[in-house]
């Protein structure tokens, strides 16, 4: 008994190569990069999407604007009063802006882009369809046809 | 004898995995993995014209209006129904089994793998909404057709090839695409009331 307790003082536990640790790192960080998607814009309003069953992934991201509809976050609320309100990138704009900023986000594309277009609604589950509805004018005006109703599944 | 000699001055590398550690770490932290669902729809042009006279020119056994009001109640042709009734009614008007005579018309078309069959490819569901409609409500009602559709869809799919809608290749998509047309048309806001 004691002869094999002794064994270990002089056993030394072999050193574990890392030399591709470094590599397994990388890989992990170009699966990261190429499966997420960056927050670019910091969203004033809270908005929780709808529950739906019948959804369709959203490809193609370069060619996607967003319009968040929603109220206004808590500290925005004493300012602004919950009222629904609609985001573009970092500002609250009017009804009437949005037509003119999705031509202009539609002259910015490719001739062949531009029927690609994609606006995806994300609007708040509790908001009145009114303002969806003007939303929905104002793109039609706009030419901007293909849009996604942003919703979460319901499981 | 001298070059031979000298060697290559080694670059310590044991600290690449902690930089590349880091950088793993911030875009783990940065992005957001939550893939982005949604449902697909395509608006119709806008024009100039009073789109109410574009209503008319559809047969009235073509049409299937529904109507939210603004308590999120929902009205089929004349009656109030149920959500869970929606999808039924939905099915039932698309594909018209029974050729009934207030039930979209038939015609003869030649879609590939089917050859020449009958097709209500005139029908339209008309979704109309109050102001004041709940978003949700509406998001249920959009879901609802869209899962009529993909369940008329899968039928015919696993009729004639065995196999969902989603497993078939891309033409036999699309000539089912042809036997269901989706047709929902988002129809001019009105003010409807709510009592």
Not at chain 2, 8 to 33: G, K
Not at chain 2, 70 to 78: T, V
Not at chain 2, 79 to 105: H, S, T, V, W
Request: some cysteine; proline content about 4%.
């Amino acid at each position: 008994m004691i002869r094999r307790f002794n064994r270990t003082d002089y056993h030394k536990v072999p050193t574990l190569n890392t030399a591709s640790l470094p590599d397994i790192i990388f890989i992990l960080l170009f699966f990261f990069m190429i499966v997420t998607n960056m927050h670019e814009i910091k969203l004033k309003i809270d908005f929780k999407v709808p529950y739906a069953t019948e959804l369709k992934r959203l490809e193609k991201k370069s060619l996607i604007t967003h319009i968040y509809v929603g109220k206004p976050t808590e500290e925005l609320q004493k300012k602004m009063g919950t009222e629904s309100r609609i985001q573009l990138n970092d500002r609250f704009v009017d009804i009437s802006e949005i037509q003119d900023y999705i031509t202009q986000e539609r002259a910015n594309l490719t001739e062949e882009e531009r029927s690609l277009m994609i606006i995806s609604l994300d609007i708040d589950r509790d908001t009145q369809m009114g303002i969806v509805t003007d939303i929905k004018q104002a793109l039609r005006k706009a030419g901007a046809l293909n849009i996604y109703y942003s919703a979460e599944s319901l499981e | 004898m001298y070059k031979g000699r000298r060697k290559i001055p080694e670059i310590n590398s044991s600290s690449t995995a902690d930089i590349a550690f880091l950088l793993l770490i911030f875009f783990i932290i940065t992005t957001s993995m939550d893939p982005e669902h949604g449902l697909f729809r395509r608006l119709p042009p806008f024009l100039n014209e009073n789109p109410q006279s574009l209503d008319l020119k559809m047969k009235e056994r073509n049409v299937l209006n529904i109507y939210i009001n603004s308590e999120d109640r929902l009205m089929c042709g004349e009656y109030y129904i149920g959500m869970n009734q929606l999808r039924q009614r939905a099915k039932e008007f698309i594909a018209n089994p029974g050729n009934k005579k207030d039930l979209p018309e038939k015609h003869a078309k030649d879609i590939p793998f089917f050859g020449n069959v009958m097709v209500t490819d005139n029908h339209v569901i008309s979704l109309q909404n109050d102001r004041e409609t709940n978003y949700q409500a509406y998001i249920d009602v959009q879901n609802e057709l869209v899962a009529a559709y993909s369940e008329l869809r899968n039928e015919l799919a696993q009729e004639k090839w065995q196999k969902n809608y989603s497993e078939l290749e891309e033409d036999q998509q699309k000539a089912i695409r042809e036997y269901y047309p989706m047709r929902i048309s988002e129809a001019e806001p009105k003010k409807y009331g709510g009592n």
